[in-house]
Antibody, heavy 117, light 107 residues
Framework: EVQLVESGGGLVQPGGSLRLSCAAS????????MTWVRQAPGKGLEWVSVIYSGDSTYYADSVEGRFTISRDNSKNTLYLQMNSLRVEDTAVYYC???????????WGQGTLVTVSS | DIQMTQTPSTLSASVGDRVTITCRAS??????LAWYQQKPGKAPKLLIYKASTLESGVPSRFRGSGSGTEFTLTISSLQPDDFATYYCQKYNTYSGTFGQGTKVEIK
């Protein structure tokens, strides 16, 4: 059974850093595209970042230069390193498996990041 | 960047109604469009990919159509479990832009 479990969210001050983790089971992160999507309170979905199987990475303009997506194949885990956090980064962050032509077919339950002083 | 525009933003309907949601892309995305359903406090759920392919396990009352810049999601007979927010998304590029969402409410 495919499962994604996010962790690492919490309260952080503006300008601070946080690293989110997404532990995968039922498939291998290394051979799949993986992505992060966020949702601010009461708002819609916003795509954040993607990592392809060849390790190419892409980011939304809103996080470019501040966030870094990566994975640890030995732990079968996806990460999102978030630096220089802003109040507007407050959101539930979801990781998802991006199955190429198939869209984002499996999602985690989400982890809440709150940026506030 | 390609923008995705969904209409309407809110839709009031009754059980049994036929419901249609429209999604427009600011430029052609071929058939690289997905539809998701999201309920409060839950992760989104993939319904349709490649504009018209039903994800495994999704009821056949959901139908996607369109290509290029205009797409629709149709629910043929709305069921109580279908009251939720629906998002379109362009994918298979270097980004995965979502539409702003359509909330389907009970009339």
């Amino acid at each position: 059974e495919v499962q994604l479990v996010e962790s690492g969210g919490g309260l952080v001050q503006p300008g601070g850093s946080l690293r989110l983790s997404c532990a995968a089971s039922g498939f291998t992160v290394s051979s799949n595209f993986m992505t992060w999507v966020r949702q601010a309170p009461g708002k819609g979905l916003e795509w954040v970042s993607v990592i392809y199987s060849g390790d190419s990475t892409y980011y939304a303009d809103s996080v470019e230069g501040r966030f870094t997506i990566s994975r640890d194949n030995s732990k079968n885990t996806l990460y999102l390193q978030m630096n220089s956090l802003r109040v507007e980064d407050t959101a539930v962050y979801y990781c998802a498996r991006y199955s190429g032509n198939h869209g984002f077919d499996y999602w985690g339950q989400g982890t809440l990041v709150t940026v506030s002083s | 960047d390609i923008q995705m525009t969904q209409t309407p933003s809110t839709l009031s309907a009754s059980v049994g109604d036929r419901v249609t949601i429209t999604c427009r892309a600011s430029q052609s995305i071929s058939s690289w469009l997905a539809w998701y359903q999201q309920k409060p406090g839950k992760a989104p759920k993939l319904l349709i990919y490649k504009a018209s392919t039903l994800e495994s396990g999704v009821p056949s009352r959901f139908r996607g159509s369109g290509s290029g810049t205009e797409f629709t999601l149709t629910i043929s007979s709305l069921q109580p479990d279908d009251f939720a927010t629906y998002y379109c998304q362009k994918y298979n590029t270097y980004s995965g832009t979502f539409g702003q969402g359509t909330k389907v409410e009970i009339k």
